[in-house]
């Protein structure tokens, strides 16, 4: 069946233009099907704002979010920061905190009927085969109807968070850059197929006249609850996780992450992706460099493909029973093996102000924020 975005209908508004030949776009399949939003702008009133925010960040509550709105806030600029569920607790000078869901089209209007800027954050980020349907929900369609709301209001520009995972990152003997897209045979996750299609998604839209970059980080390395996402990586070297593999893959810092975003956004850079990557090392490394970190014993024992292709199946078995998220899935357990390496001189040529933080400098700090915040 092909997917198509909920609360949604096709434009056909002769006033935005068409994506000319060798277009990203045209990469999609089935490009007729590709839609935006007609609502009427409900009245921006009934949130009752105090102030004038410039900025929007969605998914602000996130790693790369959470550190984002800080630094804009830091900078002395207006930031309206949305949130799904809970807020952050205690109030930040600068940060208006809204609850708004993008899969609520009149919601995502009212909140960015004022905006100047915009940067999409919100994602899910899962390897689960369990979550296909929330991927497709959140990922593809909140960011259509992000483009949409932003489309309407007339923003001056927008800045989407993409991930490698869009460009097909199992390649093995070839190094991945901006012009690689994904493809069943290149990608074994339902995540890097529902983060390449939200990027037709924004492509779409520049197509009819939005101001739009992309930039596809590849694993994001930063301070907050460690229980999720790259996170867990700092925890589980903290305690001690014994095993490693020899697989290959990029890292970078969230800080550099969101320092890219900025130059972006305020650069006359357009319709443009920029793979964000500080380093390409194996996991072995990475382990390595986080226990050192901590003061605790690497990582010491290899994942064989064997190993890795019983626990992912042991974990499958055992979410079937207690509901839970498999530590270990199929797609993950793969691509732990898979040597990847990402090309990072596309940003460098655009924005040759910027400078990657040495990794290992990196992770010092990040360590030493973990402790501080879990009091280690």
Not at 70 to 99: D, F, H, S
Not at 103 to 112: F, G, Q, R
Not at 145 to 162: H, P, Q, R, T, Y
Not at 202 to 224: D, K, Q, T
Request: proline share 5%; charged share 20%; net charge neutral.
């Amino acid at each position: 069946m092909k997917y198509q975005p909920m609360n949604v209908v096709r434009r056909n508004d002769a006033s935005h233009n068409e994506p000319k030949a060798g277009h990203p776009i045209l990469h999609a399949k089935n490009n007729s099907n590709i839609y935006a939003a007609c609502l009427p702008l409900a009245p921006f009133a009934k949130f009752g704002f105090q102030t004038k925010a410039m900025i929007v960040v969605t998914g602000a509550t996130g790693l790369v979010g959470s550190h984002l709105v800080k630094e804009l806030a830091r900078q002395g600029k207006q930031v309206r920061a949305l949130y799904n569920r809970t807020a952050p607790a205690g109030n930040m000078p600068g940060i208006e905190w809204v609850k708004a869901d993008i899969l609520d089209v009149v919601a995502l209007e009212e909140v960015l009927a004022d905006a100047r800027q915009v940067y999409h954050c919100a994602a899910i980020v899962s390897f689960s085969p369990k979550t296909k349907h929330v991927l497709q929900q959140t990922n593809i369609e909140g960011t259509a109807n992000v483009v949409n709301a932003s489309l309407d209001a007339g923003i001056e520009k927008m800045v989407f968070v993409s991930s490698v995972a869009a460009l097909g990152r199992i390649r093995e003997g070839e190094s991945i850059n901006e012009t690689m897209f994904w493809t069943p045979e290149t990608s074994n996750s339902e995540y890097g197929k529902s983060k390449y299609l939200a990027e037709m998604e924004v492509w779409r839209g520049i197509s009819e006249g939005l101001n739009a970059v992309i930039v596809n980080p590849s694993i994001i390395l930063g301070s907050g609850d460690w229980s999720k996402g790259s996170a867990e990586l700092f925890k589980s070297a903290y305690k001690e996780f014994p095993w490693y593999t020899n697989g290959i893959s990029g890292f970078t810092d969230v800080a550099d992450v969101v320092k890219a975003m900025i130059m972006l956004m305020e650069s006359d850079i357009h319709s443009q992706r920029f793979i964000i990557n500080t380093e390409n090392i194996s996991f072995r490394e990475l382990f390595t460099a986080i226990a050192n970190s901590f003061n605790k014993r690497p990582p010491h024992r290899e994942v064989t493909p064997l190993i890795a292709e019983i626990v992912w199946r042991a974990e499958a078995v055992k979410s079937m029973f207690t509901g839970k998220t498999p530590m270990l899935t199929k797609e993950t357990a793969r691509t732990s093996l898979t040597k990847v390496y990402f090309d990072n001189s596309k940003l460098l040529q655009y924005l040759p102000g910027f400078t990657y933080t040495p990794l290992n400098e990196s992770i010092e700090r990040i360590a030493a924020e973990l402790k501080q915040q879990y009091q280690l």
